[in-house]
């Protein structure tokens, strides 16, 4: 079994039913980033110390049964621009190179209640001005499936490290078209979320009034998933709707027939 080709759902299954430990795999992650990451250029800094401490932490609450979710001890990765205390958040750009926030965005605090594992910070076109990761102030990242391709971008980072297995999800940010770009050029699932669904605080800006931070996986559910976690009103973001979160993997399998969409005539 290749630990780090699983779905969230395979890997939430395992680790509740004590297979396998969280430290398990997020060390199995943490090797196959240190070897395969030399080429594919994903990741702008991994979180070794903190994942393992955040594995463990995970392991504790799988054991005794409290505060379990979906993503309890999954390891994930994070677009560059989204700020993380005590960890580099760069936006890919020399400017920032050296910059460490003292606080964390409301998405990496949500992810952190639910008891996921940050592996590390993924590279992106310099503060999201590009959609090839070429324009990353710091190297260039490659696609997995051809080295020599480009991976899409903005958050060109996030997919590859997806793609690659480097990690179970990723959080990326799309402004216009800087997920769903991505994902397609590397045979992930992304999504963007409807503007006001995900909480913008933290996150380093392109255009306030577009950009929404968005989950990437394997699959459908698994970004359902991520999404049922981030999502919801923030006092700390104006523009963050009042209204509850339902879950959006309840009818995930739902057939389309019937379904109404809206198309813009003009």
């Avoid at 209640?113 to 990353?136: P, R």
């Avoid at 690659?164 to 402004?175: H, K, Q, R, V, W």
């Avoid at 950009?211 to 981030?230: K, Q, S």
Wanted: a negative charge; hydrophobic letters at 35%.
């Amino acid at each position: 079994m290749q630990l780090t080709n699983l779905t969230i759902r395979e890997a939430h299954e395992l680790l509740t039913t004590k297979k396998i430990s969280s430290v398990e795999l997020t060390q199995a992650m943490l090797d196959r980033i240190h070897e395969v990451d030399k080429k594919v250029k994903s990741y702008v800094t991994v979180t070794d110390d903190l994942a393992l401490e955040q594995a463990r932490q995970a392991d504790e609450r799988i054991a005794k049964g409290e505060n379990v979710t979906p993503l309890t001890g999954i390891p994930f990765s994070m677009k560059d621009c989204i700020s993380t205390r005590d960890v580099r958040t760069t936006c890919s750009s020399k400017i920032l190179e050296n910059y460490v926030p003292q606080y964390n965005a409301t998405v990496t605090n949500k992810l952190a209640d639910s008891g996921a594992v940050l592996v590390g910070k993924t590279n992106m076109d310099e503060f999201g001005m590009g959609s090839s990761t070429e324009n990353s102030g710091l190297f260039t990242t490659h696609n997995p499936w051809n080295l020599d391709y480009v991976p899409g971008g903005s958050s060109g980072g996030a997919a590859a490290s997806m793609s690659a297995s480097l990690a179970t999800f990723a959080i990326g940010e799309d402004t216009g078209g800087s997920v769903r770009m991505p994902a397609g050029f590397c045979n992930v699932t992304g999504i963007k979320p409807t503007y006001g669904r995900v909480s913008r605080y933290g996150l380093i800006a392109l255009a306030s009034s577009f950009d929404c931070i968005g989950p990437m996986a394997r699959d459908a559910y698994d970004c359902a998933t991520v999404l049922e976690h981030i999502a919801g009103h923030d006092p700390n973001d104006s523009t963050t709707y009042q209204s509850p979160i339902t879950s959006y993997t309840k009818n995930i399998n739902k057939p389309v027939k019937g379904m109404k969409l809206g198309i813009p005539k003009e």
